[in-house]
């Protein structure tokens, strides 16, 4: 997705909602031959009226409107090709009429001038809006006239919107919301003008013009305008963290979709449609973490996709659409813990990427889709403990992502995709023990999302990010021994979290993101020593896990997550000398990394989990007297750690529980069967 709102789908969207559509070069190679026949087709004799050199017939429009729609510079929608085309033929009737003005717009747009031919049409509107005005303030009789001005200023404005949306988004929301101020009937005018204002962030506005359009659209029968309605009020009330009103706003474009397709079965924009709505309604579903549910969902998207991507492989945006469909799935494969299916869907959804973007490097749509690609080659790599591969990816993106906040600063979605990036390299840098680098990268990202999630207190995805950032910086500041800093930082977290979690106590990520921040501030507790407060934080956490990892047993991140939730109560019990209780918790967390760990050996996060229980588990006997069985876990450790090690020799967590691992061993080798230090020492993953 790349991606505007968070992260970069084949529709623009929220969270990053951005999907960008450029022909690139699969697309020139059928377009030329076309452009030339136009402009061979349409070379006029000196002698002939010169309004006929303003006359578009229906193909050469279309080949005018792909060659604009081929070089845009900015996020594309569903029916971003007929807007253009619309505003295209408006100009060109104007032209032929004998608009002198429009006639220069319409050369500029043939010249790919498009800068110019904006400013044109922007002075074009604000002098037809002007005549509006005038009019509205004569004699009762001109009512209908001034009527009439105020329609024309309108369709001035949406078509300087739509040829705007090539270049600048900004300009583009400007001019649809001047139109939708004049005639707030127009219903292309309030679609724009909403799903323009959902990029941008501004939701109560987005609400106002899509609820219109889906009156009006309901009204006249206009079904395409109720199914574009549905599907961007469900992105709406998704980013205001409203998942089942969302969800039922998908189900019922997608049931448009579907009844459209059955009607049409040869209309390739009604059968993107209804890839898009099962898109969307998989994308709820993840929120939800209904991942079986998701993974169908984008299955179901895939397959249409893909048969249209094959019917045409010279467009560009089918091609797209396909390399997103792999992205989707390779979410669900990661959560999942299917390692190596997420890296194959990855670089299946890579290829197609890099062959759009060869042609055209300067595009930003394609810079902004690489960029997605490679921090989600980068996620895998970390996870299998690929440290230096994982930064070398997550610094490509990085990369990207700086150069297109910095051309447009106004674009929330890309600054948005910057701090995602700062957080990926500050992961890393963390990891590899980099702790003041990581402070640096995690603060840069907090500083983006500080001003993001100001701007518009009501964006729930905003709010939930700037959580995310306070735990990442009072992590590194826990690392750094700062424990007061740290709890600063984590309680700041927590209560943006549980503002969150109790608007929706159906949003599973929100429930998830509540107990993180318990169980960050019960960390910092038991490291102050007050273990009552840590058993009761770390206690909260368990309990939300435990709902959560029960809703849905293939997750495997949650399944995962209540085993630390073991650990730390474990650990708190066996501070309190509980040891029984501390033994039942410390086994109740090794049954399931052995199941996590057993069912992908490759995967080196769930190794390493693994080779933890059994240092906890192996503290505990030694402090029981049981060396025989400490030493036992201690060796199954110890080979887990040698192994990875190898894999990845700069990961400096690893190689110091590695060296902490045979520090132990060694003790009972000097001492055998006298209980020591404790292997809490080893920080958890």
């Not at 509540?514 to 507790?525: A, F, K, T, Y």
């Not at 630390?564 to 509980?578: C, D, R």
Request: glycine share 8%; charged share 25%; aromatic share 6%.
């Amino acid at each position: 997705m790349t991606s505007w709102l968070g992260g970069i789908l084949k529709d623009p969207e929220k969270r990053a909602i951005a999907s960008w559509l450029g022909a690139g070069a699969l697309a020139v190679a059928g377009v030329i031959g076309s452009i030339i026949a136009f402009y061979v087709d349409h070379k006029e004799p000196h002698e002939k009226s010169v309004t006929n050199i303003y006359i578009l017939d229906e193909n050469a429009a279309k080949t005018l409107t792909a060659q604009l729609i081929s070089d845009r510079l900015t996020p594309a929608s569903s029916g971003s090709r007929e807007a253009v085309g619309g505003a295209v033929e408006s100009i060109a009737r104007g032209a032929a009429a004998g608009d002198g003005r429009l006639q220069q717009a319409l050369a500029l747009l043939k010249e790919n001038k498009v800068g110019e031919a904006v400013q044109l049409l922007s002075s074009i509107a604000e002098e037809k809006t002007a005549r509006a005005e005038q009019a509205a303030t004569r004699a009762e009789q001109a009512i209908t006239q001034a009527e009439n001005d105020r329609k024309e200023a309108a369709i001035a404005y949406r078509n300087f919107g739509a040829i705007a949306a090539l270049r600048d988004p900004k300009k583009s929301l400007e001019a649809y919301a001047r139109a939708v101020e004049l005639n707030p009937d127009d219903k292309e005018s309030l679609y724009w003008h909403g799903w323009l204002s959902l990029l941008a962030g501004h939701l109560t506005a987005a609400e106002k013009s899509l609820a219109q359009l889906l009156k009006l659209a309901s009204a006249t029968g206009d079904q395409r305008g109720v199914y574009r309605a549905n599907l961007r009020l469900g992105e709406l009330a998704q980013a205001r963290g409203e998942l089942a009103v969302g969800l039922d706003d998908e189900e019922k474009a997608k049931q448009i979709a579907i009844e459209q397709t059955a009607v049409n079965p040869d209309d390739r924009e009604w059968q993107r449609d209804l890839a898009v709505a099962y898109e969307k309604i998989a994308d709820v579903h993840v929120v939800q973490g209904k991942l079986a549910d998701a993974l169908k969902h984008y299955k179901d998207d895939t397959i249409i996709t893909e048969r249209l991507a094959k019917s045409d492989p010279m467009d560009a945006r089918g091609q797209r659409d396909l390399s997103i469909c792999y992205d989707k799935i390779g979410d669900v494969e990661m959560a999942q813990g299917d390692l190596n299916g997420a890296l194959k869907s990855y670089q299946e959804g890579l290829a197609i990427k890099e062959h759009l973007a060869q042609f055209d490097p300067d595009s930003p749509g394609w810079q902004a889709d690489l960029s997605v690609s490679y921090e989600k080659l980068g996620g895998v790599q970390e996870v299998q403990g690929n440290l230096a591969g994982a930064l070398k990816s997550y610094s490509d993106s990085l990369a990207i992502r700086e150069r297109l906040a910095t051309s447009d600063p106004s674009n929330a979605g890309w600054q948005r995709d910057l701090s995602v990036s700062y957080n990926k390299v500050g992961g890393v840098q963390e990891a590899q023990g980099n702790l003041a680098g990581a402070l640096k990268s995690y603060s840069d990202s907090l500083a983006i999302r500080e001003r993001l999630a100001t701007s518009d207190p009501s964006n729930a995805g905003w709010q939930r990010d700037l959580s995310v950032s306070y735990n990442k910086v009072g992590g590194v500041q826990e690392a750094q021994g700062n424990l007061a800093g740290a709890l600063k930082s984590y309680s700041d977290s927590l209560a943006i979290a549980d503002r969150l979690a109790a608007s929706d106590p159906g949003n599973a990520q929100w429930q998830y993101d509540l107990g993180i921040s318990n169980e960050r501030i019960g960390g910092v507790q038991e490291a102050q020593g007050d273990l009552k407060a840590a058993f009761k934080s770390y206690e909260a956490k368990r309990e939300i896990i435990s709902r959560l990892a029960a809703s849905d047993s293939v997750n495997a991140g949650w399944q995962r997550d209540l085993s630390v939730s073991y650990n730390k109560l474990g650990s708190v019990q066996e501070a309190q000398g509980n040891l029984s209780g501390a033994l039942k918790s410390y086994s109740d967390s090794l049954a399931i990394r052995d199941r996590l760990a057993s069912s992908d050996p490759g995967n080196a996060g769930w190794q390493r989990d693994l080779s933890y229980s059994f240092g906890k588990l192996a503290s505990l006997h030694r402090q029981s007297g049981d060396t025989a069985k400490a030493r036992g876990f201690l060796q199954q450790g110890q080979a887990i750690m040698v192994r990875l090690t190898k894999l990845s020799p700069d990961n400096a967590v690893w190689k110091k529980d590695l060296a902490w691992f045979e520090g132990q061993i060694k003790e009972l080798d000097d001492s055998a069967g006298h209980s020591r230090a404790s292997p809490r020492s080893s920080k958890h993953p």
